[in-house]
């Protein structure tokens, strides 16, 4: 066996950051950072030509042309003693540094491909390369009940949406499918769109790249967003059509089919997110309207999964100012690509068989990422062992110390006679975000036979190891097995804590995936059942992900029109002279937008909700079933807090609201009195007809239910303190009264 280690990487970021350093303070960078600006630097020093470095670089690093070069998106913090004002003033100063947003000392910029070295001049505490994103792939409405709200079923009137604008974040907008048009296919609902992608202008204010619309006349004339690196997609027109579609008159409309539009085409990086969220906000914002931005996409690479980056803290200050986030879970249920252990003694060491992903099955197939964290505040170790066949050990790598970070290098190894296996490596002993020991591990054998063991030990505390696919031009979001190879004592796989950003914030509203559910000829509600690739939690810290689930199975949506994909179409329609066409697609991607829509007849029934009641609600009006099972009071990792309850959660919606002369409770025919009440209370109103009441508490659950005429009395003696919702039925007439009980 033969181990050559090479130091390059270390040298090249030497070389790039040797260079006039103007701060006394360099900026804390992460390694996994710093190894992906080695690779980019690499790719500078061999193009030359900026249109060739960008082709060969695009796919694997968040490269983007902008302002006719090629610019890398990061991610900074300021630090304490420099403002926003300040930042800006810095950028002007250094040309080769293009701002985006900056939002409460978080912020998004673009730096020149070829001017790398002044990363370590910038007045930032903290930087982060922005991650690549890639996208997480009629009963539905029935299923979560939206049908119900769009009825005014035991409502007291019905919700569409309407007054709510829903963003998305994707690629692949059709701007002139009539899904985006209102129900009588008469006026467009997009508000705007930013194609970041397409640099002929103009760019939206306090940006300078890609390209907005927001005007009837001018949407039409760009017609849809351009090729990108996902070429002619379909993925946003789906998506949309699924949060808000208006049917296009064939009844396939979304869940909130009065609800306008903002469309962002994704520079397939967080940066670039970034300011597409501020974008939105600040349209909300001149509009006076609420917002929900759905986000049917992850970040597998150089994020962190407990929500501690600086995109994570971002999006919770944002949350904090009234934005609700909706996110897909992700779509690895169905790998054990996951294991951890508790470690106990410095004698404990644990193995598990790596798989890897088929050259064959990817163009860009390269091989595995292999990630490891631990506790904050402790170590650990980790190497590779080489075997054949009978698992006979042939060959090993060095052993790696997360004590020993920050670091990082490449190795490449003969074994087993001519078999050669290349990794790199990436440590910190305490990463920045987090404080928690890290090692990221990249491995590639080729064609080669041998088999590849993880080996993991501490002497204390649980380690994470999760095995995903890397690509070398591309962003591989799936993961890839670990087992124990039937070999006694090793650790197989499992497929928990999948969960990756954007969806593992704080205050995102997380999303699994099931079928959906739908009344069958005998009436009976079948279907239902979990998706085999709902992304199971929880988040690396521990937190509850998904919240919920939602129907994310053959969801049939609109398809763009100018996409270069083909797709099993389903139904046409024709509008203005182009045949439209729908398709069936399945993913978190689908279930995502489905709960967005909800959120969105969520904030047409009480606009003053806060994004965290948006998310105590959907949680506490999720539904149990036969399929969910009886789910633990705290939720669980796999269903969060049960199926998405559109009626359930609209209704408990109503409940907080402050307004007692919204249009929910106008036109009432009934009182209540005494109110408050600490024992009983009388329903005064018309007695002509029976009424039909129901006692509910603020989650929409029904606590007594009765026949009577009015007046009647009604004993609440053995509730418990609190407000509640009264629900009164008197013939078609439905009416919402608050009540409050007191000792």
Excluded at 69 to 76: A, C, H, K, M
Excluded at 201 to 216: H, I, R
Aim: proline share 5%; hydrophobic share 40%.
């Amino acid at each position: 066996m033969r181990i050559q280690r090479f130091h390059f990487a270390i040298s090249t970021l030497l070389l790039l950051f040797s260079t006039g350093l103007l701060e006394a303070q360099k900026p804390s960078i992460p390694m996994t950072t710093r190894q992906a600006v080695s690779g980019i630097g690499e790719l500078t020093g061999k193009h030359t030509d900026a249109k060739a470095f960008q082709e060969h670089a695009q796919g694997q690093f968040p490269v983007a042309w902008v302002s006719n070069r090629p610019t890398v998106g990061f991610i900074g913090r300021l630090g304490n003693d420099i403002g926003a004002a300040d930042w800006l003033n810095w950028t002007t100063a250094h040309p080769e540094v293009l701002p985006g947003v900056c939002r409460n000392g978080i912020a998004s910029f673009r730096l020149d491909a070829y001017h790398l070295h002044l990363l370590e001049q910038l007045p930032l505490d903290r930087v982060e390369l922005a991650s690549k994103a890639v996208p997480d792939l009629e009963r539905a409405r029935v299923g979560t009940r939206v049908d119900s709200v769009h009825a005014g079923l035991n409502l007291p009137q019905a919700f569409h949406g309407e007054g709510v604008l829903i963003g998305v974040l994707d690629w692949g907008f059709d701007y002139t499918h009539p899904n985006f048009y209102d129900t009588t296919l008469t006026s467009t609902r997009i508000r705007g769109a930013w194609d970041q992608y397409r640099q002929s202008g103009p760019a939206p204010a306090g940006f300078d790249y890609g390209t907005v619309a927001e005007t009837p006349a001018d949407l039409m004339a760009m017609g849809s967003d351009t090729a990108n690196v996902y070429s002619y997609s379909t993925h946003g027109s789906h998506v949309a059509g699924i949060a808000g579609g208006s049917g296009c008159g064939i009844g396939l409309h979304g869940m909130a089919p009065a609800a306008e539009f903002l469309f962002a085409t994704l520079m397939v990086d967080e940066a670039a997110a970034l300011d597409a969220f501020a974008w939105m906000q600040d349209l909300a914002e001149a509009d006076n309207k609420r917002l929900v931005i759905n986000n049917s996409w992850g970040l597998p690479q150089w994020g962190t999964p407990d929500g501690t980056s600086l995109a994570n803290q971002f999006i919770d200050a944002m949350s904090e100012e009234g934005v609700v986030f909706v996110s897909s879970n992700g779509n690895n249920g169905d790998s054990n690509f996951h294991f951890d252990h508790n470690f106990e003694s410095a004698e404990d060491t644990v193995r598990s068989l790596v798989a890897f992903y088929p050259l064959s099955s990817h163009p860009s197939a390269w091989g595995q990422n292999l990630t490891l964290w631990g506790e904050p505040g402790g170590s650990f170790g980790m190497g590779l062992e080489f075997a054949d066949g009978a698992y006979n050990v042939v060959g090993a790598s060095e052993w790696v110390n997360s004590a020993d970070g920050p670091d990082l290098w490449e190795t490449d190894i003969i074994v087993n006679g001519d078999d050669s296996i290349f990794y790199d490596v990436a440590v910190e002993s305490a990463h920045p975000a987090n404080g928690r020991p890290f090692i990221q591990l990249r491995v590639h054998k080729g064609n080669s036979n041998v088999n590849v063991v993880l080996k993991v030990n501490a002497e204390s505390g649980l380690v994470h190891a999760w095995n995903h696919t890397h690509l070398s031009n591309d962003v591989g979001n799936w993961g890839w097995d670990f087992s124990s190879a039937g070999q006694p004592g090793w650790t197989p796989g499992d497929p928990f804590y999948g969960v990756q950003q954007p969806a593992c914030s704080q205050s995102v509203i997380a999303i699994g995936a099931h079928s959906s559910d739908f009344v069958n000829s005998g009436g009976n509600e079948i279907g239902g059942t979990l998706a085999y690739f709902s992304t199971f939690g929880p988040t690396l810290d521990g937190r509850l992900k998904p919240n919920l689930s939602a129907p994310g199975v053959n969801m049939e949506s609109s398809l763009s029109s100018f996409r270069d994909g083909e797709y099993n179409v389903t139904e046409t329609v024709e509008f203005d002279g182009t045949t439209y066409e729908f398709a069936r697609l399945s993913g978190t991607s689908m279930s995502s937008p489905a709960v967005a829509g909800i959120v969105a007849l969520m904030l047409e029934a009480n606009p003053s909700l806060t994004p965290a009641e948006v998310m105590a609600i959907l949680e506490e009006t999720a539904r149990e079933d036969n399929n969910t099972g009886e789910l633990p009071e705290e939720g669980d990792h796999v269903w969060g807090y049960g199926k998405a309850t559109a009626t359930d959660a609209v209704l408990a919606a109503l409940a907080l609201s402050e307004t007692p002369s919204s249009s929910a409770f106008e036109n009432t025919r009934f009182s209540v009195h005494p109110n408050p009440t600490s024992d009983r209370f009388w329903i005064q109103g018309p007695s002509e007809e029976p009424i039909q009441w129901t006692l509910l508490n603020l989650q929409g659950q029904p606590i007594a239910s009765d026949f009577s005429l009015a007046p009647c009395k009604v004993d609440v003696s053995k509730a418990a303190n609190g407000a509640f919702l009264l629900r009164i039925k008197h013939g078609s007439h439905v009416e919402l009264l608050r009540l409050m009980k007191t000792n």
